[in-house]
């Protein structure tokens, strides 16, 4: 009985010396700034790429709505009578 109990003490010191040490943080906190302006850069690259896309989709569309105007007003004849 005093080996089980022995064994199961250090299975359970084991075990705690395993959580500490799973517990303990392996970031570093110096690298935190780099890591924020990492962070920022990306969210800017992808910002771009997508504002890449919109605008010349969203120009477009403003000139399509534009032409549409002015061909349903001269179809119509509500130009100015």
């Known amino acids: 009985m005093l080996i089980i109990g022995r064994v199961i003490d250090t299975s359970i010191d084991a075990c705690l010396a395993l959580v500490r040490v799973v517990k303990t943080p392996k970031k570093h906190p110096e690298n935190r700034y780099?890591?924020?302006?990492?962070?920022?850069?990306?969210?800017?690259?992808?910002?771009?790429a997508v504002r890449g896309i919109i605008v010349p989709i969203g120009l477009s569309l403003?000139?399509?709505?534009?032409?549409?105007?002015?061909?349903s007003r001269a179809y119509t004849g509500v130009e100015g009578e």
Do not use: C, K, P, T
Not at 34 to 48: E, K
Not at 62 to 71: E, K
């Open 34 to 48: 780099v890591n924020d302006l990492r962070r920022y850069s990306f969210g800017q690259d992808q910002f771009n």
């Open 62 to 71: 403003v000139f399509l709505a534009l032409v549409a105007l002015f061909v």
